[in-house]
C-alpha cells in the first residue's frame, strides 16, 4: 500500500481547524451520506462483498446511528485510525466483523470482510480462507467457530503475527489520505 508515514506525521500535525474546513469542502452540510462517502472515495462498480464492506465501515464511524457522518464522528474516525490504542482498533475491528451484531464473529463473517477489503485494495496476496483459518486455530481457543469481542482482543493481542496481520489487512491509511487530500 505505500509508505504513508510522512502523510500521516503531516495529517497528525493539522490543527482543529484545518481539519474542519476540509470537511467542510467535501461536505458542504456538514453530514456525510453513504452515497457521499464512497463519491468521495471514488468507489464505483464495487462487488456486493466491497459494497456491503464499505457499508459496514460507514456504519461503524456512524456512531450514533442516524445515517450520516458529522464531523465529531469524522474525528473521531480518523483518531481512531491514525492514533488509537490497540484494544480500541481491535474493538472496532470486531464490530465490523461482527456484521450480524449478535456480539460474535464467525468464520464467515471473517471471510466476508476480508475478501471485500481485498476486492477494493485489489490486494490479493494471500487468501481470506488462509487467514481466518489462521485466526480461528490460534485464538479461538474452544473451538466453537465463533468468537467474543473478550476471545478476540485477548487472542489477537497475544499474536504477534495475528495483530500484524490484522494491522495491514485493516490499514485504512489510502482512505484516510483520500478524505484528507481529496482526490486529485
Partial sequence: MGNHGSNLDDILAEDMHHWYNK??????????????????LGLRGMNENANSYVDQVFFTFDMDGDG?????????????????????KLKWYFKLFNQDGNGKIDKEELETIFSAIQDITRNRNIDPEE???????RIDMK???????EEFIEGAKHHDDI?????????LTPVLVIIVEGRQ
Fill in 143 to 149: 473451538g466453537e467457530g465463533e468468537m467474543t469481542l
Fill in 68 to 88: 450520516y457522518i458529522d464531523f465529531v464522528e469524522y474525528i473521531a474516525a480518523v483518531s481512531l485510525m491514525l492514533k488509537g490504542e490497540i484494544n480500541q
Fill in 131 to 137: 487467514i481466518v483459518s489462521l485466526i480461528f486455530e
Fill in 163 to 171: 495483530m500484524d496481520m490484522l494491522k495491514n489487512l485493516m490499514d
Fill in 23 to 40: 470537511f467542510m469542502r467535501e461536505s458542504p452540510s456538514g453530514l456525510i451520506t453513504l452515497f457521499e462517502l464512497k463519491a468521495i
